[in-house]
Nanobody, 119 residues
Framework: QVQLVESGGGLVQAGGSLRLSCVGSGIIFSSSVMHWYRQGPGKQRDFVARITRDGSTNYADSVKGRFTISRDNAKNTAYLQMNSLKPDDTAVYYC?????????????WGQGTQVTVSS
C-alpha cells in the first residue's frame, strides 16, 4: 500500500521559514519523481516544485529563489524548505509521488499539511 505522509506545516509570520517533509512508503522512493503542490482557500491546486530521480529541480515562478526542494532517498523523504514566506503562500501543501509502473507514471498523493502565513 502506497502512503505519503506530510508534516512540518504550521503558523508562521511573514518573512519566516518552514520546512515540510514527505515520507513515502510502499514505493521505490529513489526511482520516484517527487512534487509539492499547494491549494489556497478557494483556489485550484497548483504546482510548486519538483525533483527528479537524479536531483534535477523545477519551481513555480512564484516561489523561485525562496523555496528549495530536496530529497533523501535513504530516508524515503522529500523536503520543501520555504524561506521569506508571504501571506500569499498560505495554503494546504500536498506531496505527490510519480511512480513508474509498467512504462507509465502513476501519481500518488499525501493528505496535505496546512501552512498559514500571517502578515
Amino acid at each position: 500500500q502506497v502512503q505519503l505522509v506530510e508534516s512540518g506545516g504550521g503558523l508562521v509570520q511573514a518573512g519566516g521559514s518552514l520546512r515540510l517533509s514527505c515520507v513515502g512508503s510502499g514505493i521505490i522512493f529513489s526511482s520516484s519523481v517527487m512534487h509539492w503542490y499547494r491549494q489556497g482557500p478557494g483556489k485550484q491546486r497548483d504546482f510548486v516544485a519538483r525533483i527528479t530521480r537524479d536531483g534535477s529541480t523545477n519551481y513555480a515562478d512564484s516561489v523561485k529563489g525562496r523555496f528549495t526542494i530536496s530529497r533523501d532517498n535513504a530516508k524515503n523523504t522529500a523536503y520543501l524548505q520555504m524561506n521569506s514566506l508571504k501571506p500569499d503562500d498560505t495554503a494546504v501543501y500536498y506531496c505527490k509521488a510519480a511512480v513508474l509502473r509498467s512504462f507509465a507514471y502513476v501519481d500518488y498523493w499525501g493528505q496535505g499539511t496546512q501552512v498559514t502565513v500571517s502578515s
